[in-house]
């Protein structure tokens, strides 16, 4: 089970700490990543962190974003600075495997919305 939160209402520029902890019989994590679906888009990668610490990020969050995880609490942080109107959508977390099967069902993710 994947329980995001941290989402909101911010202005253009803000920031938000987004938080998801994976509970429940979820084993062998390998990555755990952020991906996002703005209104009538389809969803897409935000970035994505593997046990060992590499990164992966989409061009559209480079700079502005950082992820980062806990590996003892199976748990994946995603810290969005410079927010933009664009970044408004729901966010949501990803476990997978290390052959890149997801772990559990999408969550009901977390509502970001960027507006002033």
């Known amino acids: 089970q994947l329980e995001e939160s941290g989402g909101g209402l911010v202005q253009p520029g803000g920031s938000l700490r987004l938080s998801c902890a994976a509970s429940?019989?979820?084993?062998?994590?390998?990555?755990m990543g952020w991906y996002r679906q703005a209104p009538g888009k389809q969803r897409e990668l935000v970035a994505k962190i593997t046990s060992g610490g590499t990164t992966n990020y989409a061009d559209s969050v480079k700079g502005r974003f950082t992820i980062s995880r806990d590996n003892a609490k199976n748990t994946v942080y995603l810290q969005m600075n410079s927010l933009k109107p664009e970044d408004t959508a729901v966010y949501y977390c990803d476990v997978r495997n290390g052959v890149g099967s997801r772990l559990s069902p999408w969550g009901q993710g977390t509502q970001v919305t960027v507006s002033s």
């Open positions: 429940g019989s979820i084993f062998s994590i390998y990555s």
